[in-house]
């Protein structure tokens, strides 16, 4: 089944702690991104990779990085948590650019 | 920033009538690409429908149908015979950078 992967789906951890936010798909793509999504603003995107080993910010990336070393998997890694860090993330990918964006099932971030 | 407005945070209609979601959107851009989304209460985000900017039909889906107006940049979803499973937030991407609105929760009465 073609299908983009989050893990994992909710995580309560505490201010300063490093977490990653896995991300994998298993349709190919070479388009992959990180939106985080708040109660009036929508998505926001936070990282995108247009293919391996290329990676751009979006609009709101302070906090947060990502690596692309394959073209499956695009983590997000959150170095120092903060409160301000708690959403709703999701990861997106596809075929091509500009295209239909295939989304995870969503990751419930809470940052005490 | 390019900005997008989805200006009904949201709205309510009657199971098998119609309503249209606004969009509007800002771009310098001649040749786009526009979508919506739509995210039900389970979060999946999935896509309803795509249109073209230089295509000047306007796409349709099933029951759902876009009405774009590239002059006025505005790009809005209509639903006709609403169904229950239509509710749900929807959100619109109109441009190839791929921000989204602040979506339109919308609600089915039966």
């Known amino acids: 089944e073609a299908q983009v992967t989050q893990n994992p789906r909710y995580l309560i951890t505490v201010t300063g702690k490093k977490l990653t936010v896995t991300c994998s798909q298993n349709?190919?793509?070479?388009?992959m991104s990180w939106y985080r999504q708040d109660p009036g603003l929508g998505l926001r995107q936070i990282y995108y990779s247009m293919n391996v080993e290329v990676t751009d910010k979006g609009d709101v990336p302070e906090g947060y990085k990502v690596s692309r070393k394959e073209k499956r998997n695009f983590p997000l890694i959150l170095e120092s948590p903060s409160p301000n860090q708690t959403s709703l993330y999701f990861c997106a990918s596809g075929q091509a650019w500009p295209g239909e964006l295939f989304f995870g099932e969503g990751s419930r971030l809470t940052v005490l | 920033a390019q900005t997008v407005t989805q200006s009904q945070p949201e709205m309510s209609v009657q199971e098998a009538e119609t309503v249209t979601l606004s969009c509007t959107y800002d771009t310098s851009e001649s040749d786009y690409y526009l979508f919506w989304y739509k995210q039900p209460p389970s979060r999946q985000m999935i896509l309803v429908i795509r249109q073209e900017a230089y295509k000047q039909q306007n796409a349709t889906e099933n029951r759902f149908s876009v009405n774009f107006q590239k002059a006025a940049k505005s790009f809005s979803l209509k639903i006709s015979d609403s169904q229950l499973g239509d509710a749900a937030m929807y959100f619109c991407?109109?441009?190839?950078?791929?921000?989204f609105g602040a979506g339109t929760r919308l609600t089915v009465k039966p």
């Open positions: 349709m190919n793509h070479e388009y």
């Open positions: 991407a109109p441009n190839n950078d791929m921000r």
